[in-house]
């Protein structure tokens, strides 16, 4: 019973936030939808039958809100709406619509309450819908967190479903046919002789008929689309280089901008001298922003090398200058004062641990870059009438707010005009460039300015994933584990990454432990502390966000103890499991591998497993020791996400997220030295190479009861799948990231 009174005290305290924040809000305005945004500004002749669908005499357009930032958004979504629209995916054109409320995500609540994925309570349930009220007042139109397709997965097949049927009562009331006479094919009715009436041909009178709202969705095993092998929409582009993103963006009359900030990220400008910069070729001006000084040039390169001719006084940096110091703040975290939460507390740890443990062990994990090809870039054209703003964002309501802001307009003065970006990985849930991209505008009122990072500027003016260190110990008994303590320390994600856009963050942050509380496994003493470090590096949403890291400690400290328990990996952990879907990914993946079959002499074997963002993800990692150091030879993963919408994109997400958890693992870290990066390039900051990508297996199942996104899952257990493998071929431990810190590797 007190476990039940902790949990809805809880979910009282998720559900007042909003108000404590200044917004209150009541059932019927919840419930109540935002206004059609496609409505402002509708040419003569256009419909938008939802806000989701425009049509036109010329084209059909549908909205697809959700950032594409390499992952797929933009096919998944049109193909969502496609599928109930009736249209082909080459009839249609895609744009990524207004920032507005109306299309704020539904779906981020899911990882906002403390309740385990697997929880389809009804406690769990109502704590997820009062996390959608603040969700829907604050309007967070993100993408992130996986939630593109839970999050569009009914509403944009209903949207397509509504503008199919107002179009069909469109038709029957022109021709005088029941409406139930009439079907759709390929972007048209059709008629009960056959004749066929696009749907562009009906705009301008659909515009007259109300909307019909009260459709039915179709069985799935009618799709035609989804579900089935399709090529994306962006491949043809992407595969011959004429996709455009945002640095590819072209304004008449445009200027080029650079900037150059603190390397101590956040800390002042006390000074700077630009007589030199303001002498080279095709400098226009030079501009003062926070933090660093900005150049406006008559092309990018010159403009980067008058930034970098500026000579600068720096403010030192606000937080710990060393490495040692910021390992040293989370070794002191580990305290009763320090404490954000303990979601997971099953028996009783403490007392099965007082005589002793087994296995203790500490794992860190280091900052890490988001590093995405394409650097930060963004176009703005200011006057005092209105700001026009050209980037890659996956946060347009953000960017538009803070525009606002410095430019003094309302935000229905700024529009933002959203970009295909080149990668993110979380980075462009930022709006640093943004707001200099702004600043630097309304120095030439009426000129579009292109800003663009150098890559090195960008790398250090990145907020990376943050840093980690756990403390485990457990117990085994009988051939089994039977006691788990993990404490994981490390700074706020959300504390930092919403301070700058000024919400706050109240009450435990729930990534310092997601994906290592949240697990399905029932050990008889089972504890997971999450402890918050003080604010150091200005940190931000990585990949997988707190599960990149505490996959790999959750995990790793698990294969320890079955291990010391004289147990098999992968038999043990499915004898821990108590959820069916995790079960069978696990099963899955032994058989994909041979698990248990032998292998060649310096062979080694290693799973791992972790439940992310809703999805189980199982892993199987083979590797070889060579006099050169660690071979991959073979990963097998499985996930399952509900349902696959796409079947090619899903296999390609999965081995992305495995070649991004792995090459990280291996190589990636940022390090700080006298406050500013290290790394300042690729060639210091590495990726994993093609010579060392192993062969990877893929396979996904459909058994999870809500739908989820794919994106990030596969990268949590890659890490502890490798770190176990080589445990298994070499006896070697590996509990700290970048593992070539300790180990080598070979091609």
């Not at 939802?50 to 909205?63: E, H, K, M, S």
């Not at 989370?330 to 939460?341: C, E, I, M, N």
Request: charged share 20%; glycine share 10%.
């Amino acid at each position: 019973m007190g476990r039940v009174k902790t949990i809805a005290r809880r979910g009282f305290l998720i559900g007042s936030v909003a108000i404590a924040g200044g917004v209150a809000f009541g059932t019927w305005r919840y419930r109540t939808p935002y206004a059609n945004p496609l409505l402002r500004d509708l040419p003569e002749g256009a419909v938008a039958l939802t806000p989701y669908v425009r049509i036109t005499g010329d084209a059909i357009t549908l909205i697809t809100p959700r950032a594409d930032v390499g992952q797929g958004a933009v096919s998944v979504q049109a193909m969502l709406i496609a599928e109930e629209l009736d249209v082909e995916l080459d009839q249609i054109e895609t744009e990524f619509g207004p920032p507005d409320r109306a299309y704020y995500n539904r779906a981020l609540s899911s990882e906002a309450v403390p309740f385990r994925a697997t929880n389809d309570g009804w406690l769990a349930e109502a704590a997820r819908g009062v996390m959608d009220a603040p969700m829907k007042f604050l309007g967070m139109q993100i993408t992130g967190g996986s939630t593109t397709v839970p999050d569009g997965y009914t509403r944009l097949r209903h949207a397509g479903a509504v503008a199919r049927e107002t179009l069909t009562a469109t038709a029957a009331r022109l021709h005088g046919v029941a409406v139930d006479r009439l079907g759709t094919e390929a972007g048209a009715v059709i008629l009960p002789d056959g004749r066929r009436l696009s749907y562009r041909s009906l705009a301008a009178e659909a515009a007259k008929t109300g909307p019909v709202t009260d459709v039915a969705l179709r069985d799935p095993s009618t799709w035609r689309l989804l579900g089935k092998p399709v090529q994306r929409m962006d491949i043809v582009a992407k595969s011959t280089g004429t996709q455009d993103y945002g640095i590819d963006e072209d304004q008449p009359g445009m200027l080029h901008a650079a900037i150059r900030l603190n390397p101590a990220q956040g800390a002042a400008l006390r000074g700077f001298d630009a007589s030199e910069a303001e002498a080279m070729r095709g400098v226009k001006q030079i501009v003062e922003i926070p933090g660093g000084v900005g150049v406006i040039a008559d092309n990018t390169w010159r403009a980067m090398q008058a930034a970098q001719a500026i000579r600068c006084d720096w403010a030192p940096a606000p937080y710990p200058t060393e490495m040692a110091e910021h390992w040293q703040a989370l070794s002191d975290s580990f305290t009763s004062d320090r404490r954000d939460s303990r979601l997971r507390d099953d028996g009783d740890a403490g007392t099965a641990l007082a005589e002793g443990a087994d296995i203790e062990a500490e794992y860190r994990a280091p900052y890490l870059a988001h590093a995405p090809l394409e650097p930060l870039n963004a176009t703005v054209r200011y006057s005092p009438a209105r700001t026009d703003i050209w980037t890659g964002t996956q946060v347009p309501r953000f960017v538009q707010k803070n525009a606002a802001g410095i430019t003094g307009q309302d935000t229905d003065q700024v529009h933002v005009h959203a970009r295909v970006a080149g990668g993110s990985f979380g980075h462009r849930l930022e709006d640093d460039v943004t707001r200099h991209a702004t600043r630097l505008a309304m120095a030439v009122p009426g000129t579009p300015v292109k800003l663009t990072y150098s890559r090195e500027e960008d790398m250090a003016h990145d907020y990376p994933r943050q840093i980690a260190m756990a403390r485990g110990r457990g117990r085994v008994a009988g051939g089994q584990v039977v006691a788990y303590d993990l404490g994981i320390a490390m700074p706020s994600i959300l504390g930092s990454q919403m301070g700058r856009q000024g919400i706050p963050a109240p009450g435990p942050d729930l990534q310092i432990v997601a994906g290592a509380w949240d697990q399905p496994f029932a050990i008889p003493d089972y504890r997971v502390t999450g402890y918050r470090a003080p604010e150091l590096a200005p940190i931000s949403s990585w990949r997988s966000v707190g599960a990149s890291t505490n996959g790999f400690f959750h995990d790793c400290l698990l294969d320890e103890l079955i291990h010391a328990a004289g147990a098999d990996p992968l038999e043990e952990r499915l004898r821990l499991c108590t959820h069916a879907p995790s079960r069978g990914v696990l099963e899955a993946v032994a058989e994909m591998s041979g698990w248990g079959t032998p292998l060649p002499e310096g062979h080694g074997r290693g799973v791992a497993f972790c439940l992310s963002f809703g999805v189980p993800c199982a892993q199987v990692m083979e590797v070889r020791e060579t006099a050169g150091g660690i071979r991959l030879e073979r990963v097998f993963v499985v996930a399952d996400p509900g349902r696959i919408l796409d079947p090619v994109n899903f296999e390609a997400q999965m081995q992305g997220g495995v070649v991004f958890g792995l090459g990280h693992a291996m190589h990636g870290a940022i390090t700080y030295a006298g406050g500013a990066t290290e790394q300042a390039n690729f060639d210091t900051f590495r990726a994993m190479r093609l010579h060392e990508c192993p062969e990877i297996e893929v396979r996904g199942l459909e058994t999870v009861s809500k739908i989820r996104g794919i994106g990030e899952p596969p990268v949590p257990p890659a890490a502890p799948a490798l770190a176990n493998a080589i445990f298994a071929a070499t006896g070697t431990r590996l509990r700290e990231m970048p593992f070539d810190r300790h180990i080598g590797f070979v091609g």
